[in-house]
């Protein structure tokens, strides 16, 4: 299995790694801080550094299939098509550091952030979710119409109060005993291990299966990369709201021009 470092701490930009395989599903190693496609977050990109301190471009990160397509707990770091050569090199056992494009990241765990907070602006079951270094998107199972500039100052409002960002963890027996928590019609919690990851933003203090608090602001399972705090978000925006179906309006997100 590899040990997924960045669910703990988003903020960790590389690690030193052992290499466990390299296949055709990506290059496997102990321990990563590149996240892998998931929960409607785009995978990682970066560098893997070798000992000889030459780079081996990775273009994106994916969870590992099994042969009947079931994911396993393995991170697979797949080369750049370019890197080919490079890969060669490459063998079971070496040290590498694995270092993740932080710039590229840290628009992906602010705009993931983002999409928590439209969830306590728009009470709405969510029924699909992409989250891209460029732009957002959150589908909300609804009817009623959305205002763009309405969302927009109330994203505004909570990256200004300044709210903390919190990952915990909770246990499937308290999960199951409050459904409401799971706001997304699309990605299932992934169980299993008797705790499901949630990031809590908001200070309430209270028990964290009472949602309402008064400052709590949203409170969900979630096993993305997230700010630790709303104010790290800055300047984003509602770009569109889309009418994609008769009972789905499409939210997209993108950052303001800088100086706006
Ligand atoms: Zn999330």
């Given at each position: 299995?590899?040990?997924?470092?960045?669910?703990?701490?988003?903020?960790?930009?590389?690690?030193?790694?052992?290499?466990?395989?390299?296949?055709?599903?990506?290059?496997?190693?102990?321990?990563?801080?590149?996240?892998?496609?998931?929960?409607?977050?785009?995978?990682?990109?970066?560098?893997?550094?070798?000992?000889?301190?030459?780079?081996?471009?990775?273009?994106?990160?994916?969870?590992?299939?099994?042969?009947?397509?079931?994911?396993?707990?393995?991170?697979?770091?797949?080369?750049?098509?370019?890197?080919?050569?490079?890969?060669?090199?490459?063998?079971?056992?070496?040290?590498?550091?694995?270092?993740?494009?932080?710039?590229?990241?840290?628009?992906?765990?602010?705009?993931?952030?983002?999409?928590h907070l439209l969830c306590h602006l728009?009470p709405?079951?969510?029924?699909?979710?992409?989250?891209?270094?460029?732009?957002?998107?959150?589908?909300?199972?609804?009817?009623?119409?959305?205002?763009?500039?309405?969302?927009?100052?109330?994203?505004?409002?909570l990256?200004?109060?300044?709210?903390?960002?919190?990952?915990?963890?909770?246990?499937?027996?308290?999960?199951?005993?409050?459904?409401?928590?799971?706001?997304?019609?699309?990605?299932?919690?992934?169980?299993?291990?008797?705790?499901?990851?949630?990031?809590?933003?908001?200070?309430?203090?209270?028990?964290?299966?009472?949602?309402?608090?008064?400052?709590?602001i949203d409170?969900?399972?979630?096993?993305?990369?997230?700010?630790?705090?709303?104010?790290?978000?800055?300047?984003?925006?509602?770009?569109?709201?889309?009418?994609?179906?008769?009972?789905?309006?499409?939210?997209?997100?993108?950052?303001?021009?800088?100086?706006?």
């Amino acid at each position: 299995m590899t040990q997924d470092l960045f669910r703990q701490d988003a903020y960790l930009r590389e690690c030193s790694a052992t290499v466990v395989s390299i296949g055709e599903q990506g290059i496997v190693l102990d321990r990563t801080v590149f996240y892998p496609l998931g929960g409607g977050q785009a995978g990682d990109s970066g560098v893997l550094v070798l000992a000889d301190g030459s780079e081996i471009a990775i273009a994106d990160t994916r969870k590992g299939k099994d042969a009947e397509g079931h994911f396993t707990d393995e991170i697979c770091h797949q080369g750049a098509p370019e890197m080919h050569e490079a890969l060669s090199k490459l063998k079971q056992g070496d040290a590498v550091t694995a270092r993740v494009d932080w710039e590229r990241r840290h628009r992906l765990m602010r705009f993931h952030t983002t999409t928590h907070l439209l969830c306590h602006l728009v009470p709405q079951l969510v029924n699909g979710c992409s989250i891209t270094p460029d732009y957002a998107r959150l589908d909300f199972n609804m009817t009623d119409p959305l205002d763009k500039d309405e969302l927009t100052a109330g994203i505004a409002r909570l990256v200004a109060a300044a709210h903390p960002v919190a990952v915990g963890s909770i246990s499937d027996e308290e999960l199951d005993a409050n459904p409401a928590l799971v706001k997304s019609m699309s990605v299932q919690p992934p169980r299993g291990s008797g705790f499901v990851r949630t990031i809590r933003i908001g200070t309430a203090t209270a028990d964290a299966v009472q949602v309402g608090g008064e400052q709590m602001i949203d409170y969900q399972p979630c096993g993305g990369t997230h700010v630790a705090n709303t104010a790290e978000i800055g300047a984003v925006v509602v770009t569109k709201i889309e009418k994609k179906s008769a009972t789905t309006r499409r939210v997209v997100l993108g950052f303001a021009p800088a100086g706006t």
